[in-house]
């Protein structure tokens, strides 16, 4: 029988097979799980049905804690029932997991294993997860590739519900998850044959039903918990049969041969490596070069971990074997070994203790957070095995040189890979180089008899970030599961790229290199950095060129030139004929794009079509010559730390870093954002202070801070260059002081928001603003110039400074800046403001989600300190802790100040009571305040430094608890309305003074877009393709209900003056506050350069309705809910159409779209005339005539 | 005798000379319906601009893309939907929902902007149902360096190619801004349009005084404008061998009156319609009727041309005569 090839990832072959064997998908987003999830939503938005002919319920929770409470109860009341998951998001599931395999119920979870969070966040794959849920009594099955990823899903659907065991597939997070192969699809004739009715019948019949009740979920005594706990015993030892047998069903349909463990290898081995997961790839090859060299060795791969089956792991492992090396990809500190390597140790201990001989065990650990795994390395490990006494517990993969755990590795040790071809790619993720580089896996894939394999590395950064694609072709199955390090092709998608990252280190010798340059044939070679032409000439590479961004613009796709080298790629490579390969490009631009309409088509192959034409061979010199050069990651000027690690992280030199130089408890220097200067904009932002009108708007707006304000004294300026521009100040501020606007050009992202904010239009141009788009190589070197210059001038003194409006802001010096966040970013103007407002007595809890991300992703954090050192400190705990997390920090400032008052008033002797009273009683509320405080602090500090007592020396460490802190619980609205929500009902209930910002995206932003709380009705998002149908919820109003906390909601676009008031507002407040931030993003679907006048849009339709209440208004017998928005004076529809999340729906499903509109607009009206009540405006019911 | 309300339009027989004109209207079919009810004769739908679908097409496309594959965690931000439409397809269902909902004949009206453009969609309206084609034919010629002789060619270009292309009859609107109307308007019927509807209405963009922005300002018409139409009506009458539509400044059955004496075979309405909805329309069809028997007409066959340009004793008071003597008058007032 023929079964469909096709080319999928890991992810999509495992959510194949759970949405053809479901009913009930019940899902929430999680790096790198969430595509299953929104596969399964996509295929059942579409009606696409499972192997039963019933569309599956796809249903969004809250949290996973949520999901899996769903999953349980779908599951007790008898449907056929999965989700997908990874790393906290299963530690969620936990509590449920228990339950359900307590129950012994029949169910799946898919899992992309991911990291769990410690000293750090990290989104990539290891063990960590899942080996936190072996104690939940599911089942759990490891696939190693997305062929497996697929079979075991099948295998563990079909073998849960003939044991009633609940089953745990997974697959590495990343490697599988993500890498796209070419695998046979299943049929539905092979899963109908592997699934048994009759279990599913049984699996009914233990439903909850009233017809025949039952009772389930008791409480139970000392008496029996423990028989009816041992009671399940059988049907555990009956998994390993069911798994066997569904392994079995399998191969007899498809070949496809599985067993609970597997073993390739020498057969009469004498040392022997166990592990699970995606190494099994890089093992499996190093042992076969291994084996075929002479050497007695082995591999024991492990697929069904738990229950862990004795008998078939001896069965496999041969009696020969003198040496087992167990592999974990986890870490379980203070262990006497990690888990599966405790297994293994138990299961031949038991086995000596029955005449078996007992090999020696060592364990090791690898790959943690998608450390690269190699070949080498697993010979490493065999080769310590074979020692006469090897280190009994090692790690593989890094340098730890602290307690010298790790195994030297030696990296020339490559198993030959004959008749491969592997490409290298370096781009841009704007440039679309991953996306066509899926479809030319695919093209190969399907429409040659290559085997073919895509993997993808990415960086944490929203703007700019660069991408890496690892293409495998080959005649035999590709088992490479690690990157490619001897490339026969490099494609280098920017020219740029040259400087910055190191492209040629994976090239192999003779290689073919394809540079996109926009210099020409004759003139390129002295435009590479001479270290990159020196590579090209001692590997013997051939050198290509082509001018794609010039091709893809005149084909009017502007910097999107994916479609131009994919086809020079094809040429150059030779794995299709020419015009074959452009045949299938054009059908794969048609199926990828089709949709979209025919002048994208057109477009796209316009520059398919005129790419070869630009297409040159370089003769290469023998000799380097020019005068370029690789960039230095940092400048020279950088602190130590950041030169030694940073700035090795930056340069793409992590892996190499030793344990030495790392922070033993994840503890980094803020401020280190302003060393890595990307400068990813091709325009920036250039100011005209000859019709300035000095509003402040561009810098406040700026979300990079890359546009700054500073007011400085004229004498401060005397001797300035002449290349120095000012412009008076006007208004009342800063009457004697000079105005300079000042762009960072290499932190600029080049988004334009500056410009869209700008008033002041010339009067002999209109189009020439005080600020301007220029394109940034004409002005680079003069406007770096006046950025250091601006930087030396003083900062304003903040007793100057009207802080809580808006010039007196900007005249701040950000604490947060040039983030990487995505160019044009609705969140971080709000951070920005917060730094500057508060930024020097700032602690901030933040949430997971983009705001960590740009906030906390190594290398550099935007977090920032000021010319005395102070700074926002910043901490992440969780997704869904954050609230509780900021409360936590509130309460110990608190505990912390009251016991450095009590302090205090015993050392009156030594301070002198003025000095103790003024501590004890300051009044903190202005900066002059502030900088009063911090004087008695000094004082008080040089005091007790001149006296050694034990009294002295305890307080000192207190003396800062004294100056007012600012704590700031920030997050988004996944957080604040989802998973947070009900830690942060609770923090705002206890009265306690915590300030919460919500940066409201309206969507999951940071995994993608899927569907929150907060999106408004009629809005498309993940999980909500089909239009959002129920309404926003309002937090605001939730929290006003409590009556003592203050509330505001704001949108800096739309009325600056009130975001900066609000901010003010929230921090004076001496109990809880709440801002809501109407923060646009990319998943909105417009030009975020537009947003600050699309925000006015979306307040005068009435769509953000900008407010504030004050309880303590309210106490003053005023109305504490001032409504700062006027009545709407354009309606729903037309702000909407701006934006794509709404269009889209219009296009797609006019009917529906209009009648969500509709009900949208209605929305609208109705809380409007709410708020006009609640603010004592005089309003009538609708359409009740209100006399004036 | 009820006088005869029937007309002839691009050899389309029908039952009076209202029309409803190529307006925002034409999207709403129960509208249309609403339309038919209250006696409209013909409808044609609003245009389909190429340039438009070019750009929603890009537009999806680029907001789709943007951010797309970049970030590890959010390899994509909108959800991929099942369709996007952003080709002509809605505009397609329009016709066939409309053609399934009236009985009067629907005029699909295209706006093309490529050469290739215009064949395909007129095919496509075509293979959709329309009973005609009007071509809404517009460019500014902006380059100093194309001719009005290139200007007019690429008019010309056009409707031959469309003719060529389809077999319905077909319309072209145009503008009064050509050097030689008549000429133009004679070489239109000869490279193939069965008739010209005079005139394209063009919005004109105007300045925000507060905001100083070049903004669109959607001014409906008003019945002073009916004079451009009904002078070159009436010039044309009997000069080229076409139907000829009248268009811009249609409000009420006095102007309708005006039009069809000119020489109008119909007379097309939407500035009326959009302001006072379908109740204007059986006000200006019972006004018609009135009209024509008041003063004693049988029919609109009858009237049609009796005061175009060679119908009336001094032919030359539609030339440029006439406007000098209307300024003169004017002064001595």
């Given at each position: 029988m023929t079964r469909p090839v096709v080319t999928v990832d890991g992810n999509e072959a495992a959510a194949y097979v759970a949405h053809r064997l479901s009913e009930v998908i019940s899902i929430y987003p999680i790096t790198p799980a969430s595509p299953m999830g929104e596969l399964a939503d996509a295929w059942s938005s579409i009606g696409k049905p499972n192997l039963w002919g019933t569309t599956p319920t796809v249903i969004e929770m809250q949290s996973e804690a949520g999901a899996a409470g769903a999953v349980h109860g779908a599951l007790q009341a008898g449907a056929l029932t999965t989700t997908f998951t990874a790393s906290q998001g299963l530690l969620l599931m936990l509590p449920n997991m228990f339950k359900i395999a307590g129950e012994l119920t029949a169910a799946v979870i898919h899992v992309a294993a991911r990291t769990v969070a410690t000293h750090a966040l990290s989104i990539f794959g290891d063990h960590g997860d899942v080996m936190a849920a072996r104690t939940t009594g599911f089942a759990m099955l490891a696939s190693a590739s997305p062929q497996e990823a697929q079979d075991l899903a099948a295998i563990a659907h079909a073998a849960t519900l003939r044991s009633r065991v609940p089953f745990l597939h997974f697959f590495d997070g990343f490697r599988t998850s993500h890498e796209i192969a070419k695998i046979e699809r299943l049929t539905d004739d092979d899963l109908a044959a592997m699934i048994d009715p009759e279990a599913i019948a049984a699996h009914r019949r233990r439903a909850m039903d009233p017809e025949h009740p039952v009772l389930r979920g008791t409480a139970q005594n000392p008496d029996v918990f423990f028989q009816a706990r041992e009671a399940a015993n059988p049907f555990y030892d009956g998994v390993a049969g069911h798994v066997e047998d569904a392994m079995e069903e399998l191969a007899s349909l498809t070949g496809r041969r599985y067993r609970l463990f597997d073993y390739v290898g020498h057969a009469k081995a004498e040392r022997v490596v166990v592990l699970m997961g995606s190494g099994v790839g890089a093992a499996a090859e190093a042992i076969e070069a291994l084996v075929a060299a002479g050497e007695k060795v082995g591999l024991l791969i492990v697929r069904l971990y738990r229950p862990f089956d004795t008998a078939a792991f001896l069965d496999v492992l041969p009696e020969t074997t003198r040496v087992v090396a167990v592999l974990d990809r986890t870490k379980e500190p203070g262990a006497t070994g990690e888990p599966l390597f405790g297994d293994v140790v138990i299961t031949l201990a038991d086995a000596a203790a029955s005449g078996r001989t007992m090999p020696r065990v060592i364990g090791g650990r690898y790959g943690l957070s998608s450390k690269e795994f190699t070949p080498a390395m697993v010979k490493a490990v065999l080769d310590e095995a074979g020692k006469e006494s090897p280190r009994p517990r090692f790690t593989v993969g890094i340098l730890d040189d602290v307690t010298g755990l790790s195994l030297s590795v030696d990296d020339s040790f490559r198993p030959s890979t004959l008749g491969v071809i592997g490409a290298l790619f370096y781009g841009l993720g704007s440039d679309g180089t991953v996306g066509a580089n899926k479809n030319t896996v695919k093209i190969v894939g399907e429409s040659t008899p290559l085997h073919a394999q895509g993997f993808f590395v990415y960086?944490?950064?929203?703007?700019?970030?660069?991408?890496?694609?690892?293409?495998?072709?080959?005649?035999?199955a590709i088992n490479s599961t690690y990157l490619i390090a001897?490339?026969?092709?490099?494609?280098?998608?920017?020219?740029?790229?040259?400087?910055?990252?190191?492209?040629?280190?994976?090239?192999?010798?003779?290689?073919?290199?394809?540079?996109?340059?926009?210099?020409?044939?004759?003139?390129?070679?002295?435009?590479?950095?001479?270290?990159?032409?020196?590579?090209?000439?001692?590997?013997?590479?051939?050198?290509?060129?082509?001018?794609?961004?010039?091709?893809?613009?005149?084909?009017?796709?502007?910097?999107?030139?994916?479609?131009?080298?994919?086809?020079?790629?094809?040429a150059l490579s030779g794995l299709l004929p020419v015009d074959e390969a452009i045949e299938k490009i054009k059908a794969s631009i048609a199926k990828t794009y089709g949709k979209r309409g025919e002048a994208v088509l057109d477009r796209n192959f316009a520059a398919v079509d005129a790419a070869l034409a630009a297409l040159f061979e370089v003769k290469v010199p023998t000799e380097v010559s020019g005068d370029a050069r690789m960039r230095l990651p940092v400048p020279v000027e950088a602190p130590a730390f950041v030169q030694s690690v940073t700035a090795e992280i930056i340069a793409g030199r992590g892996d190499l870093l030793p344990v030495s130089a790392l922070p033993v408890d994840g503890t980094f220097p803020t401020a280190t954002s302003q060393w890595e200067k990307r400068s990813i904009a091709f325009e920036i932002p250039i100011w005209d202070p000859s019709i300035c009108i000095d509003c402040a708007r561009c810098a406040l707006v700026c979300p990079h801070a890359a546009i700054r304000i500073k007011y400085v004294d004229e004498s401060t300026l005397v001797g300035a260059p002449d290349w120095v521009l000012t412009a008076g100040t006007k208004g009342k501020d800063f009457p004697d002081k000079r105005l300079i606007v000042q762009v960072a050009p290499d932190d600029c992202t080049g988004c334009s928001i500056c410009v869209d904010v700008c008033p002041a239009r010339s009067k002999e141009e209109v189009k020439h603003k005080s600020i301007n788009m220029e394109p940034k190589e004409a002005h680079l070197a003069a406007e770096r110039q006046r950025?250091?210059?601006?930087?030396?001038?003083?900062?304003?003194?903040?007793?100057?400074?009207?802080?809580?409006?808006?010039?007196?802001?900007?005249?701040?010096?950000?604490?947060?800046?040039?983030?990487?966040?995505?160019?044009?970013?609705?969140?971080?103007?709000?951070?920005?403001?917060?730094?500057?407002?508060?930024?020097?007595?700032?602690?901030?809890?933040?949430?997971?989600?983009?705001?960590?991300?740009?906030?906390?992703?190594?290398?550099?954090?935007?977090?920032?300190?000021?010319?005395?050192?102070?700074?926002?400190?910043?901490?992440?705990?969780?997704?869904?802790?954050?609230?509780?997390?900021?409360?936590?920090?509130?309460?110990?400032?608190?505990?912390?100040?009251?016991?450095?008052?009590?302090?205090?008033r015993g050392l009156g002797g030594v301070l002198g009571d003025e000095l103790v009273t003024g501590l004890i009683e300051a009044d903190q509320s202005s900066e002059a305040g502030l900088a009063d405080q911090r004087a008695r602090v000094a004082a008080a500090r040089e005091r007790l430094e001149a006296v050694d007592s034990p009294e002295a020396r305890a307080t000192l460490p207190m003396l800062d608890s004294l100056i007012r802190k600012s704590v700031w619980i920030v997050g988004g609205d996944g957080w604040a309305y989802d998973i947070g929500f009900g830690g942060l009902d609770h923090v705002l209930a206890t009265g306690r003074d915590v300030n919460v910002l919500v940066l409201d995206t309206e969507v999951y932003s940071n995994t993608g877009g899927q569907a929150s709380k907060a999106t408004p009705r009629a809005a498309v998002a993940k999980f909500a393709a089909g239009g959002k149908a129920t309404g926003k919820k309002d937090l605001g109003m939730i929290a006003m209900a409590y009556g003592n906390v203050y509330v505001a909601q704001i949108a800096m676009g739309a009325n600056m003056t009130q975001t900066v008031k609000a901010f003010a507002e929230a921090e004076a407040y001496p109990g809880p506050s709440l801002i809501i931030?109407?923060?646009?993003?990319?998943?909105?679907?417009?030009?975020?350069?537009?947003?600050?006048?699309?925000?006015?849009?979306?307040?005068?339709?009435?769509?953000?309705?900008?407010?504030?209440?004050?309880?303590?208004?309210?106490?003053?017998?005023?109305?504490?809910?001032?409504?700062?928005?006027?009545?709407?004076?354009?309606?729903?529809?037309?702000?909407?159409?701006?934006?794509?999340?709404?269009?889209?729906?219009?296009?797609?499903n006019p009917d529906h779209a209009e009648e969500l509109m509709r009900a949208a607009q209605e929305d609208i009206d109705e809380r409007r005339r709410f708020y006009e009540q609640l603010a004592g405006l005089e309003r009538g019911l609708p359409g009740e005539e209100v006399p004036t | 005798?009820?006088?005869?309300?029937?007309?002839?339009?691009?050899?389309?027989?029908?039952?009076?000379?209202?029309?409803?004109?190529?307006?925002?209207?034409?999207?709403?079919?129960?509208?249309?319906?609403?339309?038919?009810?209250?006696?409209?004769?013909?409808?044609?739908?609003?245009?389909?601009?190429?340039?438009?679908?070019?750009?929603?097409?890009?537009?999806?496309?680029?907001?789709?893309?943007?951010?797309?594959?970049?970030?590890?965690?959010?390899?994509?931000?909108?959800?991929?939907?099942?369709?996007?439409?952003?080709?002509?397809?809605?505009?397609?269902?329009l016709i066939g929902r409309a053609r399934e909902a009236l009985s009067i004949p629907v005029i699909a009206s295209l706006n093309g902007s490529s050469p290739g453009g215009w064949t395909s969609y007129a095919t496509q309206l075509q293979d959709a149902g329309a009973d005609a084609i009007e071509l809404n034919v517009y460019f500014?010629?902006?380059?100093?360096?194309?001719?009005?002789?290139?200007?007019?060619?690429?008019?010309?270009?056009?409707?031959?190619?469309?003719?060529?292309?389809?077999?319905?009859?077909?319309?072209?609107?145009?503008?009064?801004?050509?050097?030689?109307?008549?000429?133009?308007?004679?070489?239109?019927?000869?490279?193939?349009?069965?008739?010209?509807?005079?005139?394209?209405?063009?919005?004109?963009?105007?300045?925000?005084?507060?905001?100083?922005?070049?903004?669109?300002?959607?001014?409906?018409?008003?019945?002073?404008?009916?004079?451009?139409?009904?002078?070159?009506?009436?010039?044309?009458?009997?000069?080229?061998?076409?139907?000829?539509?009248?268009?811009?400044?249609?409000?009420?059955?006095?102007?309708?009156?005006?039009l069809l004496l000119a020489g109008a075979d119909v007379t097309m309405m939407a500035s009326a319609l959009l302001r006072h909805g379908s109740g204007r329309l059986r006000e200006i069809y019972d006004g018609l009727i009135e009209w024509l028997d008041l003063h004693e007409y049988e029919s609109v066959e009858q009237m049609k041309g009796s005061m175009s340009q060679a119908g009336v004793p001094d032919p030359e008071s539609f030339e440029r005569a006439n406007y000098m003597e209307t300024l003169a008058s004017y002064v001595i007032r």
């Amino acid at each position: 029988m023929t079964r469909p090839v096709v080319t999928v990832d890991g992810n999509e072959a495992a959510a194949y097979v759970a949405h053809r064997l479901s009913e009930v998908i019940s899902i929430y987003p999680i790096t790198p799980a969430s595509p299953m999830g929104e596969l399964a939503d996509a295929w059942s938005s579409i009606g696409k049905p499972n192997l039963w002919g019933t569309t599956p319920t796809v249903i969004e929770m809250q949290s996973e804690a949520g999901a899996a409470g769903a999953v349980h109860g779908a599951l007790q009341a008898g449907a056929l029932t999965t989700t997908f998951t990874a790393s906290q998001g299963l530690l969620l599931m936990l509590p449920n997991m228990f339950k359900i395999a307590g129950e012994l119920t029949a169910a799946v979870i898919h899992v992309a294993a991911r990291t769990v969070a410690t000293h750090a966040l990290s989104i990539f794959g290891d063990h960590g997860d899942v080996m936190a849920a072996r104690t939940t009594g599911f089942a759990m099955l490891a696939s190693a590739s997305p062929q497996e990823a697929q079979d075991l899903a099948a295998i563990a659907h079909a073998a849960t519900l003939r044991s009633r065991v609940p089953f745990l597939h997974f697959f590495d997070g990343f490697r599988t998850s993500h890498e796209i192969a070419k695998i046979e699809r299943l049929t539905d004739d092979d899963l109908a044959a592997m699934i048994d009715p009759e279990a599913i019948a049984a699996h009914r019949r233990r439903a909850m039903d009233p017809e025949h009740p039952v009772l389930r979920g008791t409480a139970q005594n000392p008496d029996v918990f423990f028989q009816a706990r041992e009671a399940a015993n059988p049907f555990y030892d009956g998994v390993a049969g069911h798994v066997e047998d569904a392994m079995e069903e399998l191969a007899s349909l498809t070949g496809r041969r599985y067993r609970l463990f597997d073993y390739v290898g020498h057969a009469k081995a004498e040392r022997v490596v166990v592990l699970m997961g995606s190494g099994v790839g890089a093992a499996a090859e190093a042992i076969e070069a291994l084996v075929a060299a002479g050497e007695k060795v082995g591999l024991l791969i492990v697929r069904l971990y738990r229950p862990f089956d004795t008998a078939a792991f001896l069965d496999v492992l041969p009696e020969t074997t003198r040496v087992v090396a167990v592999l974990d990809r986890t870490k379980e500190p203070g262990a006497t070994g990690e888990p599966l390597f405790g297994d293994v140790v138990i299961t031949l201990a038991d086995a000596a203790a029955s005449g078996r001989t007992m090999p020696r065990v060592i364990g090791g650990r690898y790959g943690l957070s998608s450390k690269e795994f190699t070949p080498a390395m697993v010979k490493a490990v065999l080769d310590e095995a074979g020692k006469e006494s090897p280190r009994p517990r090692f790690t593989v993969g890094i340098l730890d040189d602290v307690t010298g755990l790790s195994l030297s590795v030696d990296d020339s040790f490559r198993p030959s890979t004959l008749g491969v071809i592997g490409a290298l790619f370096y781009g841009l993720g704007s440039d679309g180089t991953v996306g066509a580089n899926k479809n030319t896996v695919k093209i190969v894939g399907e429409s040659t008899p290559l085997h073919a394999q895509g993997f993808f590395v990415y960086d944490s950064k929203k703007s700019g970030g660069s991408t890496v694609s690892h293409l495998r072709f080959s005649p035999t199955a590709i088992n490479s599961t690690y990157l490619i390090a001897n490339a026969s092709f490099v494609g280098v998608h920017q020219f740029d790229l040259l400087e910055k990252m190191e492209v040629l280190d994976r090239a192999a010798d003779g290689a073919t290199l394809l540079l996109n340059s926009p210099y020409p044939l004759d003139t390129v070679w002295v435009h590479i950095p001479i270290e990159v032409q020196r590579q090209i000439i001692d590997k013997h590479l051939r050198l290509f060129i082509v001018d794609a961004t010039q091709v893809a613009m005149d084909a009017g796709l502007g910097r999107r030139v994916n479609t131009v080298l994919q086809t020079c790629f094809f040429a150059l490579s030779g794995l299709l004929p020419v015009d074959e390969a452009i045949e299938k490009i054009k059908a794969s631009i048609a199926k990828t794009y089709g949709k979209r309409g025919e002048a994208v088509l057109d477009r796209n192959f316009a520059a398919v079509d005129a790419a070869l034409a630009a297409l040159f061979e370089v003769k290469v010199p023998t000799e380097v010559s020019g005068d370029a050069r690789m960039r230095l990651p940092v400048p020279v000027e950088a602190p130590a730390f950041v030169q030694s690690v940073t700035a090795e992280i930056i340069a793409g030199r992590g892996d190499l870093l030793p344990v030495s130089a790392l922070p033993v408890d994840g503890t980094f220097p803020t401020a280190t954002s302003q060393w890595e200067k990307r400068s990813i904009a091709f325009e920036i932002p250039i100011w005209d202070p000859s019709i300035c009108i000095d509003c402040a708007r561009c810098a406040l707006v700026c979300p990079h801070a890359a546009i700054r304000i500073k007011y400085v004294d004229e004498s401060t300026l005397v001797g300035a260059p002449d290349w120095v521009l000012t412009a008076g100040t006007k208004g009342k501020d800063f009457p004697d002081k000079r105005l300079i606007v000042q762009v960072a050009p290499d932190d600029c992202t080049g988004c334009s928001i500056c410009v869209d904010v700008c008033p002041a239009r010339s009067k002999e141009e209109v189009k020439h603003k005080s600020i301007n788009m220029e394109p940034k190589e004409a002005h680079l070197a003069a406007e770096r110039q006046r950025f250091d210059y601006f930087l030396s001038l003083p900062e304003i003194d903040r007793r100057e400074v009207e802080v809580a409006s808006l010039k007196g802001s900007q005249a701040l010096r950000p604490l947060f800046e040039f983030s990487l966040a995505c160019s044009g970013c609705g969140e971080t103007p709000y951070l920005k403001l917060l730094s500057q407002l508060f930024g020097d007595r700032l602690m901030v809890a933040n949430a997971t989600g983009c705001s960590s991300i740009y906030g906390g992703n190594l290398p550099t954090t935007p977090w920032a300190v000021d010319g005395n050192g102070r700074g926002p400190t910043w901490s992440n705990s969780l997704f869904e802790d954050n609230a509780e997390f900021g409360l936590g920090m509130r309460l110990a400032v608190d505990i912390r100040g009251d016991v450095a008052r009590a302090a205090l008033r015993g050392l009156g002797g030594v301070l002198g009571d003025e000095l103790v009273t003024g501590l004890i009683e300051a009044d903190q509320s202005s900066e002059a305040g502030l900088a009063d405080q911090r004087a008695r602090v000094a004082a008080a500090r040089e005091r007790l430094e001149a006296v050694d007592s034990p009294e002295a020396r305890a307080t000192l460490p207190m003396l800062d608890s004294l100056i007012r802190k600012s704590v700031w619980i920030v997050g988004g609205d996944g957080w604040a309305y989802d998973i947070g929500f009900g830690g942060l009902d609770h923090v705002l209930a206890t009265g306690r003074d915590v300030n919460v910002l919500v940066l409201d995206t309206e969507v999951y932003s940071n995994t993608g877009g899927q569907a929150s709380k907060a999106t408004p009705r009629a809005a498309v998002a993940k999980f909500a393709a089909g239009g959002k149908a129920t309404g926003k919820k309002d937090l605001g109003m939730i929290a006003m209900a409590y009556g003592n906390v203050y509330v505001a909601q704001i949108a800096m676009g739309a009325n600056m003056t009130q975001t900066v008031k609000a901010f003010a507002e929230a921090e004076a407040y001496p109990g809880p506050s709440l801002i809501i931030a109407y923060s646009p993003c990319i998943a909105h679907g417009y030009d975020l350069g537009e947003q600050m006048s699309h925000q006015k849009e979306a307040t005068a339709s009435g769509y953000w309705e900008l407010y504030r209440f004050d309880p303590r208004m309210g106490q003053a017998e005023e109305h504490p809910f001032k409504l700062d928005s006027r009545a709407s004076s354009m309606s729903f529809a037309e702000f909407a159409r701006k934006e794509a999340r709404f269009s889209m729906l219009a296009g797609a499903n006019p009917d529906h779209a209009e009648e969500l509109m509709r009900a949208a607009q209605e929305d609208i009206d109705e809380r409007r005339r709410f708020y006009e009540q609640l603010a004592g405006l005089e309003r009538g019911l609708p359409g009740e005539e209100v006399p004036t | 005798m009820t006088p005869r309300l029937e007309t002839r339009y691009l050899g389309i027989e029908l039952r009076n000379p209202l029309v409803v004109s190529a307006s925002p209207i034409g999207k709403d079919v129960e509208r249309l319906v609403r339309m038919e009810e209250a006696g409209a004769a013909a409808c044609v739908l609003p245009s389909l601009f190429e340039e438009q679908i070019e750009h929603d097409s890009m537009a999806v496309h680029s907001v789709l893309e943007y951010g797309s594959e970049s970030y590890p965690e959010a390899l994509s931000y909108l959800p991929e939907m099942v369709a996007y439409n952003t080709g002509p397809e809605r505009y397609l269902d329009l016709i066939g929902r409309a053609r399934e909902a009236l009985s009067i004949p629907v005029i699909a009206s295209l706006n093309g902007s490529s050469p290739g453009g215009w064949t395909s969609y007129a095919t496509q309206l075509q293979d959709a149902g329309a009973d005609a084609i009007e071509l809404n034919v517009y460019f500014l010629a902006t380059d100093p360096d194309e001719t009005s002789d290139a200007v007019e060619r690429r008019y010309l270009d056009i409707v031959a190619a469309v003719r060529s292309a389809v077999t319905v009859p077909l319309a072209v609107k145009v503008g009064p801004y050509f050097s030689s109307m008549a000429n133009m308007a004679r070489r239109l019927v000869e490279a193939g349009a069965d008739g010209l509807v005079l005139f394209n209405r063009f919005y004109q963009p105007d300045i925000d005084l507060e905001r100083l922005e070049v903004v669109p300002n959607v001014v409906l018409s008003s019945s002073v404008e009916l004079r451009l139409p009904l002078r070159w009506i009436a010039i044309l009458k009997g000069r080229v061998d076409a139907s000829l539509a009248a268009t811009t400044g249609v409000h009420d059955q006095f102007d309708v009156a005006k039009l069809l004496l000119a020489g109008a075979d119909v007379t097309m309405m939407a500035s009326a319609l959009l302001r006072h909805g379908s109740g204007r329309l059986r006000e200006i069809y019972d006004g018609l009727i009135e009209w024509l028997d008041l003063h004693e007409y049988e029919s609109v066959e009858q009237m049609k041309g009796s005061m175009s340009q060679a119908g009336v004793p001094d032919p030359e008071s539609f030339e440029r005569a006439n406007y000098m003597e209307t300024l003169a008058s004017y002064v001595i007032r």
